[in-house]
């Protein structure tokens, strides 16, 4: 079977099928074979055929027992469905489907759903939201929130987009939907948040390429074309790692917008890219001939940039050295140490673009700072000067006018050298002046007479742009440097104590090495050295949780050489890693009787371990985490063997070996003779394994305390969040104690909670409440059940069963819910007047009396206070007591209680057993047996016991008897009486119309 299951769709596949099916079979195994077949056919493209196989076999299954893999059946005719268009058939299969899959699987129907009315261009968005609604796993649910994200994008509901996603952003994990929220945004009409956010994923893998387009399309919306070119350069390479279409798309607006301001040497780049690429894409778009060769030349188009009407600067064929030249001087730019000072960057930049251009010198003047700065022969001077040095120069021109100038200087209209201050030399004979937008001036005196100023017009006005760049960032790091540098001032004062900690390096301020009494660079190990042991592995799980995640903020306070600290720590994303910033505050003036009060509250004082208020206090936390609950109860009454102070030291030792064992957990004494761990695992492996090597160890392990005792203990676990995601922390000490409790009835060391338990726990409690009020408001009904003497065919006794008349339950569940919740002792009373209620209804209406049986539990019958409730009972309903009959359910009773049982025989009371033991030990008049499956054995053993039991003249009842089968057997045994469902139950109105009409009948 196993084999032919994993076999190739081929028509060798479907004959084997085929004469496999021919055979007799489980059902179970022809379903997986025809469920194979209809797959087979469906690989095989011959879906009518499959449907007319499938249809007569669904027919049948309709008289069948449901099976395992019902709803991959209904699956895989859907499929073929689907292909041959049958809605009504389709609908069919989906709505079986979804009634045999799990409630936990359900969604696959939805998913066939969702097929179905894509099929049919039918709405599908309510289908999606009722699958993001459903508890499934994260990469589902990941699925169908893309699947929405995309049908509202389609629709342009990009609000719906955002909402949606927002909602459910925890499911995008690997933020692989990221970029789709940001696209949505920028379509709401959101453009400062989805900035924001783009920024700060614009280093994550999966959200890169769309936060960089999100970006782009937001500094071109603002017109900052600054940040555009620090964007455009610092991620270069990526853009031109990407897809072709995805450059295309990028390369076009950025075209549109260089266009719009006229930034001619921008335009003519992505020009040149765009023309690239669309041969590429051409390339692949066409088949290739290898007969054609194709030559595509491009013809370089110039923009005319706005200069003075006197200059106009004319084109030729230096263009190409222009453009690479300025485009290795962009990329040397950004080369430089950005931590240099402005002088220094002139200096390393002017050196590089010498090997460019050879200048007599290269000349920059500042309007704000009236700072000039002349580079000349490798070296950079830089003055102070004051504005007269301006007057009648062409730097004073271009700087008032933000024309500019390319000349000779023959030709020139002001003659004036600012730097010499005097009319040109004869040596300098063309020079170019920028203007550097508002804020200054540059300039390049050349000794070489140019005829064509285009010779180098392109290159010199880039680098003008460049120095306007970098001059503005120069002044936003200025700035950042002042504030940087107050900033360090103000941590390395004495008013603040920080470390800094990251995976490399730990450093500590002077403040900081002064309050803790350490080294700058302790290693992080050293310092825990000098910290409570209990605190360590908190402290270590906060550092772990802060250097998974940035932006997460904690605080500590704990002991630390004698000290009480507090600490603040937040961890940073800095220069690709995570770093976390701590600040320390000595607690230990102010706090020391704030810390005696809080010792003294939460603090056991026999035990020395955190008691209850303490754990109040850090469930809140612990239900924040993974973990898990241990419920550890201490067995044994040792205060009433030993006395308060010895038990005390045993409590003592307990509690220091529980709290060794779990060193890594924190324990907490519960209640007198309990104790809670809570221990930062969850694992059901390794919380078995963790309890299985607490038990050893506590067999193993001798007490000091009280030597000739062990500690015996009964444990309930619960795994948080597994077991239960409820945050309330009386709701988890409710699930410990229940499974406790469960543990306790079924005698198991130790028991892990499942949510059942409690459910098992509110639905005994409801059967309580209408237990107590129906005994308050006397809503319990009797029915009887018929014991038959079978050699004569008559009723020879009816045994009483009480029942709760508004709820529908088994007596014998309502019997165990009682005796668990102590309320037998009560039900069973109110049973015995219940028959005294009925026997005095019985006489006055019949003028007759019958012989009842009572079922009593052993607990009550050996209740000191049970005679004389009977006894009391019978006599105030003045029902004589040969009248009753009381059938113990009991194992064993010792013969100390001989006394009580002679006391009910002196009244005349018979009474009954369920146990052979019983029956022959004490003097009842009855014995109780449950049928069972007779073989040989049995039947010889029935047989003797009632040739035992007849020659003591004790009565033996055959119960559970099922059918007339049962009873023949049983009757071919020599067995007299028997009671079970092959006799019909009699309610208590049914019994006394009966006694009345046998009444008549005599008369």
């Not at 955002?162 to 945004?185: F, H, P, Q, T």
């Not at 270069?236 to 260089?258: A, G, H, R, T």
């Not at 009483?800 to 339950?809: G, V």
């Not at 007779?934 to 008897?961: G, P």
Request: net charge negative.
């Amino acid at each position: 079977m196993k084999d032919m299951i994993n076999l190739e769709p081929n028509l060798q596949t479907l004959e084997k099928i085929e004469i496999a099916l021919s055979q007799a079979m489980p059902l179970s195994d022809y379903q997986t074979l025809m469920i194979k077949k209809i797959e087979v056919l469906y690989e095989l493209q011959r879906h009518q055929e499959a449907i007319e196989e499938i249809m007569p076999y669904l027919k049948q299954k309709e008289f069948q027992q449901p099976l395992a893999n019902d709803e991959k059946l209904y699956h895989e005719t859907f499929k073929h469905a689907l292909k041959l268009k049958r809605d009504d058939l389709c609908q069919e299969m989906i709505q079986k489907r979804k009634e045999r899959l799990p409630i936990e699987r359900r969604y696959l129907a939805i998913e066939d759903e969702i097929t179905y009315l894509t099929t049919k261009n039918e709405p599908i968005e309510h289908l999606l939201l009722e699958l993001l609604s459903t508890v499934i796993n994260q990469s589902d649910k990941r699925k169908y929130l893309g699947q929405l994200m995309e049908l509202y994008s389609s629709q342009n509901d990009y609000q719906s987009a955002v909402l949606i996603y927002e909602k459910n952003e925890s499911s995008d994990v690997d933020k692989g939907l990221y970029g789709r929220y940001l696209e949505a945004l920028l379509q709401i009409d959101e453009p400062t948040k989805a900035q924001a956010l783009s920024l700060k994923y614009i280093d994550h893998p999966m959200v890169k390429k769309d936060a960089y387009y999100v970006l782009m399309t937001c500094y071109i919306n603002q017109n900052d074309q600054h940040r555009l070119m620090i964007l455009e350069t610092e991620h270069e390479d990526f853009i031109e790692e990407q897809d072709e279409k995805f450059q295309l798309k990028v390369y076009e607006k950025l075209l549109s917008f260089y266009q719009s301001i006229s930034n001619k040497p921008s335009i003519t780049l992505y020009e040149s890219k765009i023309k690239r690429i669309k041969r590429n894409l051409k390339k692949e778009d066409k088949p290739t001939n290898l007969d054609l060769v194709e030559s595509v030349k491009s013809d370089e188009t110039f923009t005319d940039q706005p200069i003075s009407p006197l200059y106009k600067p004319k084109k030729d064929n230096q263009y190409v050295f222009q453009f690479e030249a300025l485009h290795d001087m962009i990329l040397f730019s950004h080369q430089i140490n950005e931590q240099k000072i402005l002088r220094e960057y002139l200096r390393t930049f002017f050196s590089k673009l010498e090997d460019y251009i050879k200048p007599i010198e290269f000349i920059v003047y500042l309007k704000e700072e009236k700072e000039l700065y002349q580079y000349k022969k490798e070296r950079l001077y830089d003055k102070k000067i004051i504005d007269s040095w301006l007057y009648e120069t062409p730097f004073e021109h271009t700087l008032n006018t933000h024309e500019e100038i390319m000349s000779t200087t023959t030709s020139l209209k002001f003659k004036k050298n600012i730097i010499t201050q005097k009319p040109y030399e004869e040596n300098i004979s063309y020079l170019y002046v920028f203007p550097i937008e508002n804020i200054g001036v540059f300039g390049i005196h050349l000794e070489e007479n140019l005829i064509e100023p285009s010779k180098y017009y392109d290159l010199l006005k880039g680098i003008s742009h460049i120095l306007y760049t970098h001059l503005i960032d120069e002044r936003v790091y200025l700035k950042l440097r002042n504030e940087n540098l107050f900033l360090t001032k103000v941590i390395n004062s004495p008013l603040v104590c920080y470390r800094l900690l990251s995976d490399k390096i730990t450093h500590y301020n002077q403040a900081a090495q002064q309050l803790l009494s350490i080294e700058p660079h302790l290693p992080l190990e050293l310092f825990l050295i000098d910290m409570e042991y209990h605190q360590v592995n908190v402290y270590k799980r906060v550092i772990k949780d802060l250097m998974s995640k940035p932006n997460q903020e904690k605080e500590l306070i704990y002991l630390y050489q004698n000290r009480q600290i507090r600490e603040k720590l937040y961890s940073i994303y800095d220069q690709n890693e995570i770093k976390i910033i701590s600040f320390f505050e000595d607690l230990t003036k102010t706090q020391e009787e704030k810390n005696k009060l809080l010792e003294e509250a939460t603090v056991d004082i026999e035990t020395r371990v955190l008691n209850l208020n303490a754990l109040n206090r850090h469930m809140n936390q612990y239900l924040e985490e993974k973990g898990s609950f241990f419920l550890i109860e201490l067995l044994g009454d040792h205060k009433t063997i030993y006395g308060y102070e010895e038990t005390v030291k045993f409590y003592l030792e307990f509690a220091q070996v529980t709290k060794k064992y779990f060193n890594e957990g924190m324990t907490y004494r519960y209640d007198d003779k309990q104790w809670l761990v809570f221990v930062s695992q969850n694992d059901i492996r390794t919380c078995t394994k963790l309890i299985k090597g607490y038990l050893k160890h506590l067999d193993e392990y001798l007490p000091q305390s009280l030597k000739y005792e062990q500690f015996k203990v009964i444990i309930s676990a619960l795994r948080y969040p597994v077991s239960t995601t409820d945050k309330n922390k009386m709701h988890i000490y409710r699930y410990l104690e229940i499974a406790l409790d469960k543990a306790k009835r079924l005698k198991n060391e130790f028991i892990f909670f499942e949510y059942q338990m409690y459910e098992e726990e509110i639905f005994e409690q409801q059967v309580i409440d209408y237990l107590n009020v129906a005994l308050e408001q006397k809503q319990f009904v009797l029915s009887f059940n018929q014991i038959i003497d079978i050699e004569k065919n008559i009723i020879w006794q009816y045994e009483s069963e009480i029942a709760l008349s508004n709820i529908s339950i088994d007596h014998k569940y309502l019997y165990q819910i009682a005796k668990k919740r102590n309320r037998l002792f009560e039900l069973e009373k109110y049973h015995v007047k219940l028959v005294c209620e009925f026997l005095r209804q019985l006489e006055a209406e019949t003028k007759k009396l019958i012989k009842l049986t009572i079922p009593i539990t052993k607990e009550t019958f050996l209740d000191p206070t049970f005679n004389a409730y009977v006894l009391g009972v019978f006599k105030t309903y003045q029902i004589p007591y040969e009248f009753i009959r009381l059938k113990c359910i009991a194992d064993e009773i010792k013969e100390s209680h001989k006394v009580r049982i002679n006391e009910l025989i002196d009244h005349a009371i018979s009474l009954d057993a369920t146990s052979l033991d019983v029956a022959l030990t004490h003097p009842f008049n009855a014995l109780h047996m449950n049928h069972k499956k007779l073989d040989d054995k049995w039947k010889f053993y029935l047989q003797s016991i009632n040739k035992v039991l007849t020659e003591l003249k004790i009565a033996f009842v055959i119960r559970n008897v099922k059918t007339k089968t049962e009873r023949d057997e049983l009757k071919n045994l020599g067995i007299r009486y028997v009671e079970g469902n092959v006799y019909k139950k009699v309610t208590s109105e049914d019994l006394i119309q009966k006694i009345k009409e046998v009444a008549s009948d005599g008369l």
